[in-house]
Structures are given as structure tokens and as C-alpha cells.
RNA sequence: CGGGGUGUGGCGCAGUUGGUCUAGCGCGCCUGCUUUGGGAGCAGGAGGUCGCCGGUUCAAAUCCGGCCACCCCGACCA
């Protein structure tokens, strides 16, 4: 490709809307511009990344033996209605109207689709297992996308779909994925790590997320040396066994007047008790207006993605004001366990331990003290109800849990017959009986993958690619390419790299040295041939690596296989 | 959706106590000359219904009302 020609134009100063590293130089670099908000045009130099890391996907979704298709983006209400999702949803689907007023919506992913089709196309548990994926746009209308193409509304995912007879083997295939998941995040040169995850919106009875490690994610992980990993939201939390109750220390009852104070800390201040003394309570809603009190300790927060599970629900908020009121007879500040009917009352491991606590009497302005489980208000259950914090250890091997962020570009599920029997997906086994098949999906971001690629690999200069996803894996810059033996020279080994098959750019622009280069840097070709006189006196060509810019002279017949060299290491 | 903020040539901004604003600056863009190893210099030039609608006024980018868009902070997700 030749630079003057090329439909790419870069940004010397940081677009104002853009406040991540990847979102500014994507934008920077010309890779896309935003049409929308979450909408987002990809520009030839940003599509080759694309392209690149949709081929690396391809490849080795094959190899692990998938097929590819492709399923439409507008999909009949109908078949969401089966599976339930037109309601569960919510506004994040998109949902549009044909002429004669049928309902469709822009599909934020395919679970229904494909295991519609595979339930008219698949009769015998003979022809499975089947893995079928697709690249497709897919829309969320997210409630605020964010970071660019990082969280947009209409983004670019590989979607995967695994349909096996049983468990046993739904379980292999999924291990399969998993592997050819960790092999496609290798090749594309990102570090990154599996965690265990939470299954959320899509269901499902287990799941992993790979995450790209980067600062600026936006997820939180935890990691501990023994292996274990995951999502903050999922983490396990194990029972403490730190503070024994000993018979005869509980004292009783005692309510203290608290004017106006609502927090744990404020109340902790004003009556001199540490935070872990407390027993939060918090009021959630769920499904169809129930309520329920949870209890934590007070200087740690409530994990609403357990409570969800817990719950067997796709929603939980914490109650407003009105609804505490009439529950506890108090305004919001002032719940606690002791006294509460018409809600059961739910406990984190970590209350159990609290010997004399403190919490709300139910009773405006007044807090109660010497608060025991069991004696003074019973749990309905109590289990592992709370977010990870600093110091926290490993269920696993009670080591310290290390915290880290992360951007999820990956992520597996193990679905079971969720949607099989929703939508009465059979196959016949070898018995000639009725099967649900037993299904997995697996998602990639694709966008999501090049952002991740440049937040982990940029410099104060511009973008460092990785070779395997480069746009361009070369760039040759004549300085002064009018000159004809510069001109000479650089087209030389401008051609014979494009005729070895790589992806080489030439800038012929009649631009200045540092224009030429500043642009290099920007775009973050990984290898560059400079071609200029000062070198090309003694024969030679310079050949400067993008990561740490360090530049070697070469002879000019050696150009090409020192580039060919570099380029077959690193992909 | 709740809270905060911003809308002025392609990009980044100034102007906003109403009147030298016939809207300005930097970057970018076009033409010419000079220049050419890390974002050049000079000269000339193109480009804006000041987000939209309405109001107040002799006079509105500036004041008032409504709407829209976009961004940031929280819950949702590949």
C-alpha cells in the first residue's frame, strides 16, 4: 500500500472525548472515528487489525473443529418469547418494528437462533457433537458505552455454540475451546488470564472470562498463587472462623439514640465501635416486588451478583426509601435485623462471627447494640454474600488474594439444556429416547481484542503492535522520495517484501523526515526501513524496531531477509 | 436511569457582566516559493445558519424557556 494513497488520516492532538490510551490512539492513529455514541466507523488501517485478529480466531477455531456460518443480526421476537428473553432482557435489546408491525430485535447474541436451527437441521445424536460459530455484529444498547470501541453498542463478536449428547462430552468440548481460547489470546500477543466468572444474563452453570491484564480494565479480578483466579464478582469467600463466640459474653439489648447519623461510619465515630462491629442491613427488591434484609459486616459491601444467584433472579436494587419505610418502619439509614417480619433476612459469613453488634433499631434515629444471631433475630441462610477486599485469603489454600483489573475479551459457558428444553431442542440417542442436547457458548470481543492489544502495548509515542495483529508488519520511509536513488532503493524493497506476501506500507508522501516518522511511531508499524542518503552512501538501509525504536544499519540486498527474519519470529 | 459537565469551521480551544464579533486563535486543508534525518518558514487562500426551536431586546454566540446531542462518575456486558 502507498502511503499517499492510503485513506488514513492522524491526529497530532488527543481528541477531547476520548479518555483511555487505546481510545485516544485509535482515533489518533485513523483507526476509527465515532459516528455515534457507541457506534463506531472502522477506517481501512483500523479494519486490518480487525481482519487480523478475526483470521487468527478463524484459524484456530477450525483447528479445535469449528464450523463457521453466519446467522442474521435481525431476529423474530418468537423465538426470544421461547427462551424467555424478550421479557428478561430488558432495554439493552434492541428491538425494531417491521412494516406490518411484527416485532424483531438487533440480536445482542444467538443462543436461540442457532439452537433453533440445530433443532430442525439435527435428528441423531449421531451427528454430534457439532461446534458452529460465527463472526457477526452484534447490538447491545448498553446503558453507557464507554472507552470507545471497548464498550460499544454495535461491536464485532466471534459467537460459538457447542452441541454434545451428554455432559461428559459437552464437558470435553468445552475444555477444547478453552484450550483453543488460551492458543488465539497467545497468538494475538496479549497477556492474559482465565478466571472463573460469574454466569450473568446468558445463564448457565458455570463459566470463565479471559481477561486481558491492563490497569485502565473494568472488571476486577483476584489471583492467588495457587492457581486460583476470578472475577471479583464470582470470587469465592470462605466462612471466618476468626472471632469465636465464648457463652456468657452476650450482653442484652440496648438502644442508642443516633440523631441523623445513617453510615456505619458516622455512627462508628459517634459511639466509638470499629466499622466490623456492625451488621449492615440492606433492603433489596427482587422479581415481583418481594423484599429481602441482607446482612453484612460493616466495612465490607454486599455482592449483588450472589445475592442475584441466591435469588435465582436476573435483577436485585436496593429498595427505595418508601418501600424501607413501610418494611422497617423507619427511614433508609436506620434497618437492622432485629425485629423485621414480612422479609427474610439473609447473612454473610462474615456476621455470623459478630459478638454484641451494632446495627439499626427500626426506629428513626436510634441504632441498637449487643445484637446476636440467633438469639435476637434469625437468618433464613447464611452463606458467602460479599465482595473481596484487600487482605482477604484464598478459599482455595488460605493464602492472601492478590487484586488485579482486567478487560474481558473472552468468555465460556457451560449452558447445560438451558435452552435446549427451552425451545425443545432433541435429538434421538442411541436408545431411540428424546434428548435435550447439551449445549456450550463462547464469545469473543473482536473489537474488543484490538483495544486490549494497543492498552497493553503503547508508548508516549504511539501505538506498539504485536506482529501477529500489526495492520502493517512493515513500513519503508524514503526521506526525500523524489530523490531517484532514494526513490530507487526503497521501491526495490517495497516490492520484494509485498511479493514475499507481507503487509508492508510505503511512505511516498513528500512530507518531512519528522512527519514521516512521527507517523510511524503513531501507527505502531512494527518494523521500519528508513531509506536516506546519510546511509545509503555506504549501501546500507536503516531498520528500526517499533518497541524501544533501537535502529541497526543493514546492506541493502539485506534488507529484505533481515525483515523476513524478525517477522517470522514473532508471529 | 440517577449525579456532574460540555456543545463556536475537520480537530483542539478563546470569546458568554448583551453592542469594535463584519465571530477570533493554534493545528489541519488548498496555492506558490524556499526548505527536507524527528510534527519547517514566508506569502496568499478556502472553510462557521456559534447544537436545535422559540422568547426578551433597537441589538443575542452572549439573557430566558424548551428540546436534542455528546462526555464523565455508578449498576449491565464480549
Redesign the pocket.
Known sequence: MRLSEYFL?????????A?TVSHQLMIRAGMIR?L???IYEFLPFGLRALRKVENIIRDEMDKAGGQELYLPALLPKDLWDKSGRWALYGP?LMRVKDRNGREFCLGP?HEEIITDLVKREIRSYRDLPKLLYQFQV?F?D??????G?????E?L?KDAYSFDVSQESAEETYRKVFDCYNRIFKRCGLRFRAVEA?T???GGSFSH??MVVADTG??GIITCGCGYAANV?KAELGRESSEKKAPGQEKPLEEVETPGMKTVSEVGKFLGEPENKFIKSLVYGYGKGELIVVLVRGDYEVN??KLRKYLGVNEVFLADEKRIEKLTGAPTGFAGPVGIKNADILADYSVEGIVNGISGANKKDYHVRNINIGRDYKAKAVLDLRKPVEGDICVKCAKKLAFSRGI????TFKLGTKYSEALQADFLDRQGDKKPFVMGCY???V??IVAAAIEQGSDE?GIIWPMSIAPFQVTVVP??Y?EPGIKKVSEEIYNDLLKSGYDVIIDDR??????K??????TGIPVRI?V?????KEKKV?L?LRKG?K?EKVPVDEALSAVKSIIEKQI
Open positions: 488520516s492522524t491526529l497530532k492532538e488527543i481528541p477531547k472525548d479518555d465515532k455515534a455514541s457507541g439493552e447474541t452484534k447491545r448498553e446503558i453507557r458505552p464507554r472507552f470501541v471497548m464498550r460499544a453498542r461491536f463478536m460469574d450473568g444474563a446468558i472470562e479471559f473494568e472488571e464478582e449483588e451478583a474481558e475479551v473472552g468468555h464469545g469473543i470481543g473489537s474488543r509515542k526521506l526525500k523524489d513528500d512530507e518531512r523526515p519528522g512527519v516518522f512521527n507517523d510511524a511511531d503513531l528508513t536516506g542518503d546519510r546511509s545509503l536503516e528500526t525504536l535502529t
